[in-house]
T-cell receptor, first 112, second 114 residues
Framework: SAVISQKPSRDICQRGTSLTIQCQVD?????MFWYRQQPGQSLTLIAT?????????ESGFVIDKFPISRPNLTFSTLTVSNMSPEDSSIYLC?????????FGPGTRLTVL | AQSVTQLGSHVSVSEGALVLLRCNYS??????LFWYVQYPNQGLQLLLK??????LVKGINGFEAEFKKSETSFHLTKPSAHMSDAAEYFC????????????FGTGTRLKVLA
């Protein structure tokens, strides 16, 4: 199994600013992902964080808005740039280990 | 393309009654299927998974699900609901041996009535 931690757990930010969310896995994993869960909705995949190369973004998500880093096999960051109230969501990091996907506790972001 | 449909965004059952949460999938390749539970203000926890072994899968907290290829279904059941089962339940699909990208259903909020 994999234990995933995220920082911060929650934040309240002003419009136009940026927030970087950190994700740490307690073991080396090949695949890491970032999801968004908007209020009362399901999870939407933002991107696959690739170690040593640019992230792979899903339709509707772009690197300028959601830059992602993956410097090694246990760590990734997601930045939410130039935030607006529509970015208020829970952002979840996940990692795949032995055909099972583990999720972090999420970062609850509120943009005013 | 893969997709998941969860019928019923809200389901209410009485304590002690059968829980049935429906999930149908669409996949052009053999899928892996999962049920996750999310309690209020918490992350997702894996309940059970189907990865092409036994079609009847038993999970934690007394839940089980049966993979029915002919019906493209993976419904979640529990014989007797407990108050602590009240939560949001998500069905997810991924491509067997593929990219490990998960596609989630829209979720079903389970309410357990005393």
């Amino acid at each position: 199994s994999a234990v995933i931690s995220q920082k911060p757990s929650r934040d309240i930010c002003q419009r136009g600013t940026s927030l970087t969310i950190q994700c740490q896995v307690d073991s080396q994993v090949t695949m890491m992902f970032w999801y968004r869960q908007q209020p009362g909705q399901s999870l939407t995949l933002i991107a696959t964080a690739n170690q040593g190369s640019e992230a792979t973004y899903e339709s509707g998500f772009v690197i300028d808005k959601f830059p992602i880093s993956r410097p090694n096999l246990t760590f990734s960051t997601l930045t939410v740039s130039n935030m607006s109230p529509e970015d208020s969501s829970i952002y979840l990091c996940s990692a795949n280990s032995y055909n099972e996907q583990f999720f972090g506790p999420g970062t609850r972001l509120t943009v005013l | 393309a893969q997709s998941v449909t969860q019928l019923g965004s809200h389901v209410s059952v009485s304590e002690g009654a059968l829980v049935l949460l429906r999930c149908n999938y669409s996949s052009s390749v053999p899928p892996y299927l999962f049920w996750y539970v999310q309690y209020p203000n918490q992350g997702l926890q894996l309940l059970l998974k189907y990865t092409s072994a036994a079609t009847l899968v038993k999970g934690i907290n007394g839940f089980e699900a049966e993979f029915k290829k002919s019906e493209t279904s993976f419904h979640l059941t529990k014989p007797s609901a407990h108050m602590s089962d009240a939560a949001e339940y998500f069905c997810a699909v991924t491509e067997a041996g593929g990219t490990y990208k998960y596609i989630f259903g829209t979720g079903t909020r389970l309410k357990v009535l005393a």
